[in-house]
Structure formats: C-alpha cells, structure tokens
C-alpha cells in the first residue's frame, strides 16, 4: 500500500519551496538593485584621475611569468613619484628592497649598502609603481577600456561600503600595470559607494609557458594625504 505522508511533513515542504522561491525573488531583486557597472566605472574614472596621492600594498600570489615583485608598501603621486618598500625575486630568492622614483630615474637599496641611482625603465621589468596613477597608463586606463564589467554585490572593505565589479582587463593595460601577464587575465575592483574612488583591485593572471598564473591585489588607502617624495 503507498504510504500516507504526514501533514506535518507536507506543511515543511510546502514551507521549503516557499521560502526557497522567496529566497530566489529576494537575489533577483538585490541584484536588480546594484548600481549598474558602466556607471559606476564612469564615476570611478573621474574620481580615480582628481586623484594626487594615494598609498598602495600589493601583494602577489603564484608564478607570474615577468613578475618578479612579491608584495610592495609604496606611497605613489599623480606625477608619477613613488616610495616604499618591497619584496622581490632575485636569483630564485626573496630579497627586501627600498626603492624611490623621481622623474626618469629609480633609487633602488637592497639589504645592505646604499641607494643605486638606475633609469626608471628597469623598474617596468619588476614592476613600475608609477604607471598606477598616470591617467594613459594605470588604473584610469584600466577602467576605460574594461570589457564586459558587471555588478556583482555590494561589499564593505576595510569599513567602507562598496561595489564589486567583475570585469575583462585589456591586454595592453595589463601589460602595463602587471609586467610579463599573458592574455586572458580576468578582474573585480570594489569602487567605493560614496566617493566612487578604488578601494581594491584583485587581478586573476592566467599561466603561461614560464608561469602557473596566480592572483595580484591592490589595496588603496590614504587618498590625497600630504606626501613628500624627493631623491634619496
């Protein structure tokens, strides 16, 4: 004989499927809700070029074929000076540097002795900190040429409340602020829901012939705080 099921068992699926379609209208309507991308991205451009100094850590995850920096604390003006410290990859080990860029010319000091004055093209086989903020080549570019940008949630960082946005980098502007990546390199940069600026940039690189890929992140704090950069 088929089994009777119990009322009570019916009311809690009849309960389950219920909230499970409410739970389904709710995302629709969340998502329905997100600020669309090509907005935010329009406002962020112009919030991120007003930009004088902001203070930046990047950090590095996997092997990035013509990457050589591992993670970074550096202080970076519109004009294109940096300062900071980092750690990055000489002869197969980690090596602690502190660096400077005024003008055409990087002031790099390693663990022990002093400055080495090198031209500013060297530092672009590491990484060049000075691109981040020049609005033809750093992260306004970046935003300007995004392909397929979506809103994916709204997400506080370090406090402040804003919105994901999941995006296709150019391959030019990859090449630029990530030295060596191959094509393919996916994005998500969180813009902050009050003064539309970056909050944070998280870069999926792909593997390539010389690298298994992995992800590099930007965190931008200290907007428009007093820096002074000269040579050391």
């Known amino acids: 004989m088929p089994r009777t099921r119990r009322p009570g068992a019916v009311l809690a699926l009849v309960v389950a499927v219920v909230a499970g379609a409410s739970a389904c209208s709710s995302s629709k309507a969340a998502a329905a809700q997100l600020p669309a991308a090509a907005g935010l991205f329009t406002a962020a ?12 850590t990047i950090d ?44 055409s010319t990087l002031y790099l000091k390693g663990p ?37 940008a979506r ?17 296709s980098p150019a391959d030019a502007v990859m090449k ?8 393919g390199a996916t994005a998500e940069v969180w813009v902050a829901a009050g003064s539309k600026r970056l909050l944070k940039a998280v870069f999926t690189l792909p593997a390539t012939s010389l690298g298994k890929g992995g992800t590099a992140t930007i965190r931008f ?11 050391p």
């Open 45 to 56: 451009e112009q919030a991120m070029r007003d930009v004088k100094t902001v203070h930046a």
């Open 60 to 103: 590095v995850v996997g092997t990035i074929s013509g990457l050589l920096l591992h993670r970074a604390d550096v202080q970076l003006t519109r004009e294109g000076k940096a300062k900071g410290t980092g750690v990055i990859e000489e002869s197969g080990q980690p090596v602690e540097v502190q660096f400077v860029i005024v003008g």
């Open 112 to 148: 022990t002795g002093g400055y080495q004055q090198l031209p500013l093209a060297l530092a672009s086989t590491v990484y060049d900190p000075s691109a981040v903020l020049d609005p033809d080549r750093g992260v306004v570019r970046l935003l300007a040429t995004a392909g397929g």
């Open 176 to 183: 630029v602020l990530v030295p060596g990546v191959g094509t």
């Open 151 to 167: 809103t994916e949630a709204a997400e506080a960082v370090d406090g402040q409340q804003a919105y994901r946005v999941a995006f």
């Open 221 to 231: 704090t200290d907007y428009d705080q007093p820096v002074t950069i000269n040579a």
